[in-house]
């Protein structure tokens, strides 16, 4: 009994002296260390980090000499026996080869010149007649393919539709955002080998479309785990400009304005001898790149075996087509710098002999720019770390910013995400550790399940979420700078920035060093 009572007074003793020693150590975490870092990994020349380039390789080995320098350990091992701080891992994507469109003498080029609607392959150089269609339209009061053979040729019509047929309730199937797909599901039925639109939009418009959806025909050259197979047919969609359209029909953009105002006037469709031709080379090949994750291991002392992931991922999306680089400072460059400062934390109270009772492993991931397949690789195919063991990830992506839904009302708010999907220990620890310490604002929106954005499938904690490992999600919210050259490093408020990694290490600190291990009891995803 005298025993136990005394175990019991030590126990109470040690209470606020671990209490001190979070703070203490929470306190290296700061505003001006979270800038250094960040200055470093969103400048100019990581060329925004894109997975599988140079700039996102040259940020790897920045991380690996933070960690080295904080006496993290590599643990992932090397073909020779080592151990190295980088899992690296092949990636896997189709994309363009040579693909171009040639008519009277000039070569028109993708996303410079015109984009397409889907993929197709034609792997030489083809030529195909061209011929004029008007709309496209192919309805019983209004046929744009009455007595014209399109079979083996190239089709180049208008966009839109003539007011006969929109003055009559409205637009049709054949207008708006999608009236290309009908409009080439009936071409491709007519026969014919290939399909041009010419753009509706002036000169200077066609071009900002051109920058607009050259974003998203990134889709076209998606980067995989596995080699992917494609739908892929010979027969393109492509959306051309007036002077493009008139090269391929041997005639001039003023001509084909001048035409197209008259069919827009027409009741009827009008019978047109424009023609040309066309060479067509649209090529698809196959592509590997190499990509790593970065590992930092802090072990544990009693509790070891147990391993908590603290993970941010360190890639961002790269340079624009027109030049401009992508810094992503917010995405994530806030959350890596996170990472290395909670990182810095642990390390010195392990060096001062307050280390974590359960390992930490500081994890950050490249590839969810693509799909988060940095850690999906991890969490999916090589864990370094047996999952069985692994107790939680606390995930940080896009901190130190506030929000549209914030300006103007708060700068001390962090939008916590799937703390209590998985256990509600976890949900509790985050909420006690931020009462006593931080108090910041912790916004629950983007944890509703029925929230449109869907954020809680959107970062790399999700693939640790899928195997039944409780997560919490730290973001301070979308803003106008996503995905643009504009998330640079001075819009970056460091002070929130400092006080949401404060957050998380405190989190950290608690799930790392109580009694036992975070019960998973509930199923909220």
């Known amino acids: 009994m005298r025993v136990s009572k ?239 359209g008139a090269t391929l029909l041997n005639t001039t953009a003023d001509k084909i304005k001048q035409i197209a105002s008259q069919l827009a006037e027409a009741p009827k469709p009008a019978s047109s001898t424009l023609s040309g031709k066309v060479s067509v080379k649209a090529e698809r090949i196959d592509e590997k790149t190499e990509s790593s994750n970065v590992l930092g291991f802090i072990e544990g002392t009693d509790k070891k075996d147990e391993v908590m992931i603290i993970s941010a991922h360190y890639d961002h999306i790269g340079v624009s087509p027109d030049g401009q680089i992508n810094n992503g400072a917010n995405d994530d460059g806030s959350g890596t710098v996170s990472v290395l400062e909670i990182a810095q934390a642990f390390a010195r109270a392990k060096a001062a002999g307050q280390g974590p009772r359960r390992s930490i492993l500081f994890l950050t991931v490249t590839g969810e720019e693509k799909g988060l397949l940095g850690s999906e690789y991890y969490a999916d195919i090589d864990p370094v770390l047996p999952l069985a063991n692994t107790v939680c990830d606390l995930n940080v992506d896009m901190v130190g910013r506030v929000d549209d839904l914030h300006q103007g009302k708060s700068d001390n708010y962090i939008y916590v995400i799937g703390s209590d999907k998985l256990s509600s220990e976890l949900h509790k620890i985050s909420e006690d550790a931020n009462q006593k310490y931080i108090k910041m604002d912790l916004d629950y929106k983007y944890n509703d399940p029925q929230d449109p954005q869907k954020i809680y499938y959107r970062s790399d904690h999700y693939n640790f979420a899928k195997h039944k490992i409780p997560i919490v999600f730290y973001f301070n919210g979308l803003h106008a700078d996503y995905h643009k050259p504009t998330d640079d490093v001075e819009k970056i408020d460091f002070k929130l920035a400092e006080r949401s990694a404060r957050l998380v290490f405190y989190t950290a600190w608690e799930v790392a060093n109580r009694d036992q291990r975070l019960i998973v009891d509930s199923n909220k995803q």
């Open 6 to 244: 005394i175990i019991s007074l030590a126990s109470l003793i040690s209470l606020p002296l671990l209490s001190h020693a979070q703070q203490k150590f929470a306190e290296t975490i700061t505003a001006a260390d979270l800038e250094k870092h960040l200055r470093i990994l969103a400048a100019d020349d990581m060329q925004g980090r894109e997975t599988g380039t140079p700039g996102q390789r040259k940020a790897a080995e920045y991380i690996v000499s933070q960690f080295a320098a904080n006496g993290l350990k590599p643990i992932v091992k090397t073909a020779d026996g080592k151990t190295s701080f980088q899992q690296p891992f092949t990636l896997y994507k189709k994309t363009w080869g040579e693909f171009y469109v040639s008519a009277g003498g000039k070569r028109f080029t993708y996303l410079k010149d015109f984009i397409t609607n889907g993929l197709l392959s034609v792997p030489t150089e083809t030529a195909y007649e061209t011929v004029f269609v008007g709309y496209g339209i192919g309805d019983t009061s209004y046929d744009d393919y009455a007595n014209v053979d399109v079979k083996g040729k190239a089709v180049v019509m208008l966009e839109g539709e003539p007011k006969a047929i929109s003055s009559s309730g409205g637009s049709s199937k054949w207008s708006g955002p999608n009236g290309w797909r009908a409009k080439s599901l009936l071409a491709k039925e007519k026969g014919a080998a290939q399909v041009f639109i010419i753009s509706a939009e002036s000169a200077d418009a066609f071009r900002q479309l051109l920058t607009e959806r050259g974003a998203l025909q990134t889709r076209f050259n998606r980067l995989g785990l596995k080699p992917g197979a494609e739908n892929i047919g010979s027969v393109g969609v492509f959306m051309i400009s007036s002077e493009t």
